[in-house]
Each structure stands twice: as C-alpha cells, then as structure tokens.
C-alpha cells in the first residue's frame, strides 16, 4: 500500500538549534515533493519544492534534501526561532497529478 | 500572491441537513481545485479533485452522492455536505491550482460541526 511517513509526530528543540524533520515514502514515485506549514485552525502553507533531479534545495533558513533511492526527503529549519513552531506536512504528487500529505510533524521551538 | 478564500469558516447544523462550502480563488484562475478534510492532529486526505466545467474525480472511500462538488467557474468550486452526520464533523480545506502547476495554495479550512 502507499504510504507517505514523517519520522515523528512531536519534535521538541531549543531555540537556536537546527529541527530535522523527515518525510519516508513507500509505493510512490513521485515527480517533486513539497513541504507545508500548517498553524492551528489554518490552512497549510507552501514552503518548498524539490524536484526529482534536485539533491537539495534552500530558501533563507529552510534547506530540504530529496533522496529518491532511500525514498526519503529531509526538511531542515537552521537557527530555529519560537516562531516556527508549528505542524510541517511534507506532500507527494503522483501520476494522477493530485497531492498526497505525509501524517506531519509538530514542531516546538522552546525559547 | 494567490489567495483562496473559503466560506463559511465555522458551520454548526443539526443531523439530516445539507451545508455547502465556497472556495473561491480571489486573485487568479484556477482550473483545478482540490478538497480536503482533516481530522484533529491527523494529516490532510484528500477527497476530490474539481475540474472547471467536468465532473470530480473522487478518492476511493469518498461517497460521491454524499459530497457533492460543483466547480462551475474559474474561481469557484463548492462542496456540499448532505445529510448530514455527526461522523462528518471534520475540518474541510480547499486548494487551487494556478498557471504555475506546481504549486497549490490552500484556502484556511472550514470547520464543520453536525449536532
């Protein structure tokens, strides 16, 4: 079956520090992979896009990696701040061009 | 940037009801919308795919009677609820699909409660 798994369902870090969040899939094969922000009672937000031929992409402190032999894309938040605290979903699109969305991760900067 | 509006945001009805929800692109075309609904602390699953001007294309699971969707215009695609169960309290959340095909942009979500 297919599945789209992200590591953990809670992360904890202290400020300052770098969250690593991970996105393994099974039974996709995927043309690009995004990640979202999603905040309470709202809509997700994009954040980023990788591609297939793309190994790593980044966007001011986002860095996201995209291994498609391990199946698996890292989601990295550098110098981490209160404010991103929040739910990352990380989302797949198929042949069929609609989007799958991974269980997500709660984040937790803690000051 | 591409916003989606959704109306309304919170819809409290009693069982046996229908409700519809409004997602409507404000600021561009969108050809394609696509619903979600989303359980506490669980991930968005997606229902449907909306098509201006066909038929939705629905997840398998998803009773297409039950969830009506009508995407009558560029910028507009309504779902509706009929009648309605307590076990569809969920929290319901559109996305559209602009000219850049790889991005979709989320509208904030419907929170839907039947009584």
């Known amino acids: 079956s297919q599945k789209i798994e992200q590591n953990s369902e809670a992360l904890n870090i202290q400020e300052g520090k770098t969250a690593t969040l991970t996105c393994n899939y099974t039974?996709?094969?995927?043309?690009?992979l995004q990640w979202y922000r999603q905040d309470p009672g709202r809509g997700p937000v994009f954040l980023l896009l990788?591609?297939?031929?793309?190994k790593e992409k980044r966007k001011e402190r986002l860095k996201v990696t995209f291994d498609t032999t391990l199946k698996q894309s890292l989601f990295h938040i550098t110098a981490s701040q209160p404010a991103d605290s929040a739910t990352y979903l990380c989302?797949?699109?198929?042949?069929?061009?609609?989007?799958?969305f991974g269980t997500g991760t709660s984040l937790t900067v803690i000051p | 940037g591409a916003v989606v509006s959704q109306h309304p945001s919170r819809v409290i009805c009693k069982s046996g009801t229908s409700v519809k929800i409004e997602c409507r692109s404000l600021d561009f075309q969108a050809t394609t919308m696509f619903w979600y609904r989303q359980f506490p602390k669980q991930s968005l699953m997606l229902m449907a795919t909306?098509?201006?001007?066909?038929?939705?294309?629905?997840e398998q699971g998803v009773e297409k009677d039950k969830f009506l969707i009508n995407h009558a215009s560029l910028t507009l695609s309504t779902l509706t609820v009929t009648s309605a169960h307590p076990e569809d309290s969920s929290f319901y959340i559109c996305?559209?699909?602009?000219?850049?095909?790889?991005?979709?942009?989320f509208g904030p979500g419907t929170r839907l409660t039947v009584t």
């Open positions: 989302a797949l699109r198929n042949t069929g061009n609609q989007f799958y």
């Open positions: 996305s559209a699909r602009g000219q850049n095909f790889y991005e979709q942009y």
């Open positions: 039974n996709y094969s995927p043309a690009y």
């Open positions: 990788i591609r297939e031929n793309e």
């Open positions: 909306s098509n201006e001007g066909s038929k939705a294309t629905y």
